[in-house]
């Protein structure tokens, strides 16, 4: 599978992987520390990265989580992540986490690829409501739930904690699959 968007593609995590999210966790450190601590933590070198990508690869396989890449089409160099995690197949429900390099912020890239994965989730894995959970501040994150139709919810109060900071309040956006 792989999705068009541009300059860029979607496709879900290989196991060839390992190496290319490690260089991109670590060029991206500062970005992802505060928001996505697991993720940084498990791709610190090459060797983490591997053992990282082989269990996301599993649980894609296993229907537990999925995570995919946005790549460059020319240079196929890794420019951002997109899970659909917490994935609740009682509800139908799974939640939108995304990153992106710090070089290509504000291209409109993670929102052409948030539209492009909401409806795979919901035409091909079944999922009839998608969710991203976003701090207030972070306006590229909050921009990309708005320009894909995400509708606010609520404030989940001390939903997320960062390494050494108190916890923090995230704004709940919920996308739903269009009834036919």
Not at 25 to 41: G, I, M
Not at 87 to 92: E, G, Q, S, Y
Not at 101 to 130: P, V
Request: proline share 3%.
């Amino acid at each position: 599978m792989q999705l068009k968007l541009g300059k860029y593609h979607i496709t879900p995590i290989q196991a060839k992987d390992g190496w290319n999210i490690c260089n991109f966790a670590v060029a991206n450190e500062d970005s992802l520390k505060r928001y996505f601590p697991k993720t940084l933590e498990q791709n610190l070198t090459p060797d983490l990265s591997n053992i990282f990508v082989e269990k996301k690869v599993n649980q894609f396989q296993a229907k537990e989580e999925y995570l995919f890449t946005v790549r460059e089409n020319e240079s196929h160099k890794l420019v951002g992540l997109v899970y659909i995690k917490e994935v609740d197949w009682t509800k139908k429900q799974g939640e939108f986490a995304y990153c992106i390099d710090y070089n290509f912020e504000g291209k409109g890239i993670m929102t052409e690829a948030i539209q492009q994965l909401s409806e795979y989730a919901f035409e091909n894995l079944g999922i009839e409501t998608l969710q991203i959970i976003v701090h207030k501040s972070n306006i590229g994150s909050v921009k990309v739930a708005d320009n894909c139709n995400f509708t606010y919810i609520k404030t989940l109060k001390n939903e997320h904690t960062p390494p050494g900071e108190a916890p923090l309040n995230m704004e709940l956006y919920e996308l739903y699959k269009e009834i036919k």
